[in-house]
C-alpha cells in the first residue's frame, strides 16, 4: 500500500502549491502553484525538483495541508515544506495546528533528525556520503530517500508506528530476497539499494517465479505465528480478522449501496462457516507480505527481491493472492493461479489450496478494508483524503466476490 507508482496513461495532473517554513516552524510564507510532472500525492521528488528549478530554492516536503480534489491523484495540492535560506515567497495567512497523530518526519526538523541518524550509520560502515539527499516521497504512511555514497546508494525509510515492525521483519529475514537491513531504529530504516528495476511491467515467466519466491519465504514459518506476533506483526487469523472485518462493515455502512449492505449482511453471518471451511482445507498460518504485487518487486530475469514488509501480518498465505490476481489480469492469471496452487499441495501435502483461495477472496478484500479503516483511524485528518474512500472501495469489492453466495 506504499506504492501508488502505476502509470496508467490520462490522469489528471498535479500542481504543487508550498507553504514555507523555517526548520524550527516559523512560517516564511507561500510560493504559487507550479506543475510538478508526475500525479501522485505522495511523489515528492518532482516537487522538489520543480521547487528548485522555478524558484531556486531546496526544500524538504514535510506533509499534506489540503487538496483540490477528494483524492488522489492529480490536481492543485498544497503542501508543507522546510526551506532553511531565502525564499521568494509571498504572504500566508493559514494557521497551522498541531496533532498528536502527526509523526515526527512531518514536522519541521524531522527528517533533518532521520538523515543526521542514517548518516551516522553510513559512516560506521566506512561509507562517505557524496552528495546531498534526495526527498522521494513523503506521506501519511512512509518517508523515503535516497542517499549518494562513495560506495553504492542506500534508501532510508521511515514509517509510523504501525509500520514499525518492518525493520524486525527484514532483520528476521536476512539472507533471503528481501532487502538488506544496514539499520533499524523503531520506524526508521537503512537499507541498501537493490540493482534492477521496478516489475510493474513484468512478465509471465517473473510472475511465477515471484509467486514461487513468497511461498519459499512463507514455508519456513509454518507453526512459527508466534516467533511471528513476537515481532510486532498484526494478527490476521480468524479470531482476529472476524470482529474487524464486522466493524469496518459497521462503520462504512452509509459509503455503501443498499445491495452491497445485504450481501455484506449475508458475507459477515457466514463468516464462522467460511473460515471453519478454510482451516479445513488444510493450509496453516504464517507469514502474510501484505501487499504482494508486482511492483513491489525489484529486479532482474536473474533475481528478484520482495520489497515493502510494512503491511506484514500473520494469518492464512493466501491472503496474498487476491491482489496479485487482480493486478495481472488477463490470461496470464491462470497460470499465476496454478503456480499457487501447485507449490502448496507441495509444502502441505492433502491441503486443497484451490479451495482456500476461493473461499477467501472476500475476506481478503474484507482485510483490505480493514487495513485502510486502521490507517485512517492512525493518521492525522489532514491526510484521510489520501484513503479516505477506500474501505468502502474494498467493501463493495468484498460484495462482489460474495455475491454468489456461500461457498
Known amino acids: 500500500m506504499d506504492s501508488g507508482d502505476e ?18 516552524g516559523v512560517v516564511v510564507g507561500c510560493l504559487p502553484p507550479v506543475e510538478v510532472s508526475t500525479p501522485w500525492w505522495q511523489d515528492i521528488g518532482p516537487v522538489v ?5 522555478r524558484h531556486g530554492i531546496d526544500i524538504t516536503v514535510l506533509r499534506l495541508l489540503e487538496a483540490e480534489l477528494d483524492r488522489p491523484p492529480g490536481g492543485c495540492v498544497t503542501y508543507l ?20 497523530l502527526r509523526p515526527p518526519y512531518a514536522r519541521p526538523g524531522g527528517p533533518a533528525a532521520d538523515i543526521r541518524w542514517a548518516e551516522a550509520i553510513i559512516r560506521a560502515r566506512g561509507l562517505i556520503p557524496t552528495d546531498r539527499p534526495a526527498q522521494l516521497r513523503s506521506w501519511n504512511l512512509s518517508s523515503i530517500w535516497r542517499l549518494p555514497t562513495d560506495h553504492v546508494p542506500v534508501w532510508l525509510k521511515v514509517v509510523p508506528p504501525f509500520f514499525a515492525h518492518e525493520g524486525k521483519v527484514l532483520a528476521a529475514l536476512a539472507g533471503e530476497p ?6 533499524n531504529d523503531g520506524g526508521r530504516t537503512l537499507l541498501a539499494e537493490i540493482p534492477g528495476d521496478d516489475l510493474y511491467a513484468a512478465a509471465l515467466p517473473q510472475l511465477l517465479a515471484m509467486v514461487a519466491l513468497l511461498v519459499g519465504l512463507q514455508r519456513p514459518w509454518l507453526g512459527r505465528v508466534n516467533q511471528l506476533l513476537a515481532l510486532g ?44 471451511e478454510i482451516a479445513a482445507c488444510g493450509i496453516g498460518d ?3 507480505h ?3 504485487h508486482p511492483g513491489n518487486f525489484r529486479g532482474d530475469w536473474d533475481r528478484l527481491f520482495l520489497l515493502d514488509w510494512g503491511d506484514s501480518g500473520v494469518g492464512h498465505p493466501l491472503l496474498d493472492q487476491p491482489a496479485f490476481l487482480e493486478r495481472i489480469g488477463g490470461r496470464e492469471s491462470e497460470a499465476v493461479r496454478g503456480q499457487w496452487t501447485r507449490l502448496w499441495l507441495e509444502a502441505a501435502p492433502g491441503s486443497d489450496p484451490a479451495r482456500a483461495a476461493t473461499l477467501l477472496a472476500p475476506i481478503a ?9 486502521r490507517f485512517l483511524d492512525s493518521i492525522e485528518p489532514a491526510e484521510h483524503p489520501y484513503h479516505r474512500a477506500d474501505p468502502a472501495l474494498w467493501l463493495q469489492r468484498t460484495a462482489e466476490l460474495a455475491r454468489p453466495g456461500p461457498v
Open 49 to 53: 525538483q520543480a521547487a528548485r528549478d
Open 365 to 373: 478484500a474484507a482485510r483490505q478494508a480493514v487495513i485502510y479503516q
Open 286 to 288: 504464517t507469514l502474510v
Open 7 to 24: 502509470r496508467p496513461s490520462r490522469l489528471p495532473a498535479r500542481t504543487a502549491r508550498l507553504v514555507l517554513v523555517t526548520p524550527d
Open 178 to 183: 528481501v532487502p538488506t537491513l544496514l539499520g
Open 290 to 292: 501484505g501487499d504482494f
Open 233 to 276: 506483526l498484526p494478527d490476521w487469523r480468524a479470531p482476529a480478522l472476524r470482529p474487524a472485518i464486522e466493524d469496518v462493515v459497521e462503520r462504512s455502512t452509509d459509503a455503501l449501496p443498499k445491495d452491497a449492505r445485504q450481501i455484506l449482511e449475508r458475507f459477515l453471518s457466514d463468516l464462522p462457516r467460511r473460515f471453519a
Open 81 to 100: 515544506a522546510e526551506v532553511a535560506g531565502p525564499a521568494p515567497a509571498e504572504p500566508w495567512d493559514g494557521v497551522l495546528d498541531d496533532h498528536p
